[in-house]
């Protein structure tokens, strides 16, 4: 879905016009984590790299709900972010279900090879307040008397966790970030005060990290910010305005799971003024959560703030060279509410070519292998979503992408210098009528460099697989007769199953018998 509501209004504001409207792995990281999917876009760079050559699409294997009360709103649209499943190098699914119809959570653990339920657990957590519903993100770890160990949000700020979890029972326990004797303590206060905003990361030495909310009224000091809890249980915490030395800064973006640089010294994570506001990419210590460096997130056409927007679900992708990318919201409706995907080295000292979408869009990496066309000198490409939104003001040629970062091309709709687009493809669904096509439904799409393809989903409620060597969809199922909603992700596991969700549901893909 593209931005509506309170970020177009904003736009209204801003411009006064109605025309507003229209990496490379530490060697000694763990086989769990190059096996599995451990998090929100396969890995703590956020890189999305299938572990396994996928399954063909030969059949829909088994199906979850992730939502037992979908709540679509007047236009039958499902403005839900579902938070990303998690599967263990044992094959065991984690799924994040929402129960009610304004919150609720548990985790399913389910096998993969057939969907049976292996445990079932509650979690108390609260949502912040939103627009559009925030993603519940978990995350698996290396840590733990079984050697795997699954984390969760809880409420209060609070983070529960259970060992083992492709056992029917694990050892299991609760953290407090800022000392569990405190939250006990004060449980009520705590739990309507404090809340988790983005998903959970974790690195390969067990410890996670996460954004979270503050109400005025909390105990302790606690101010909205950074999280850390390490593999023994020691939690840390900064707060986004300290983080960023401003003090106008508010909150870290809703979505926005923390990203980790390849030697996991730092921390990338976005925080800004306010729930559609301006603000900075932050680079902080990983460590000690003490800002290294920040950036101001400005669009590239205007030279205006950039729009960082908690209706959005974009989080930091980490290159295998350190470089960052991350997707904003331009300052005015200018780019059809695509959105900019800003560049920056691993220092965030120098700005470097955007791309021409970033709007609730989190960039893959393409290794420059898989795409025997490209003869640039890029090791590496980028696959992002690159919408051209018709209520907008633009085609409504919606098409996914792969770029290089490193050459530049212009961009039609605003003539700024961009990423040079190596393969684009458009959707194949007409909307109202061609050439507008139906948009690509993608918080993270999946790249398998064994099958020389890229996995994603549309609004059209097909999964699709692109073929680099082709630039054609190679293959396609059909999930759900598709709707507006926003963005979801796409998995591989261990195996080769392939996981999608198309409206409330989690979808699981295998060959044919």
Known sequence: MRPVGSILTLAVLLTGSASAQSALRRPNIDSFLRAAWPGFAGNAQHTAGAPARSQSFGQILWQTPVDLAPQYDSEGELLIHYGSPVITSQNTVIVPVKTGATGGFRLDAHKASDGSLVWSATTDYILPSADWTPEFGPTLTTVGPAGTRLYYPGAGGTVYYRDDPDAADGASGQIAFYGLTNYEANRAAYNSAVTINTPLTADADGNIYFGFLVAEHAPGGLASGIARISATGQGTWISAASAASDSAITQVVYNCAPALSGDLKTLYVAVSNGYNGAGY??????????????????????????????????????????????????????????????????????????????????????????????????????????????DAGGSGINKIAVLDPNATGTDPITGATVMKEVLTIAGVTPDGGLPAVKEWCINSAVVDPASGSILAGSEDGTLYRWNLSTNTFSERIVLTPGLGEAYTPTIVGPDGLVYAIHNATLFVIANAH
């Open 281 to 390: 990419l932050l680079a902080v210590d990983s460590a000690s959560l003490q800002r290294v460096a920040r950036v101001e997130l400005i669009d590239p056409a205007t030279g205006m703030d950039a729009l960082l927007s908690s209706d959005g679900s974009a989080s930091p992708t980490v290159g295998p060279d350190g470089n960052v990318y991350f997707g904003v919201l331009e300052s005015s409706g200018e780019n059809h509410y695509r959105g900019w995907l800003l560049h920056f080295d691993s220092g965030l000292k120098q700005t470097k070519i955007p791309g021409a979408f970033g709007w609730d869009d989190t960039a893959s990496i393409v290794p420059s292998s898989m795409v025997p066309a490209y003869h640039g000198n890029s090791a590496y490409l980028l696959m992002t979503k690159y919408n051209d939104y018709h």
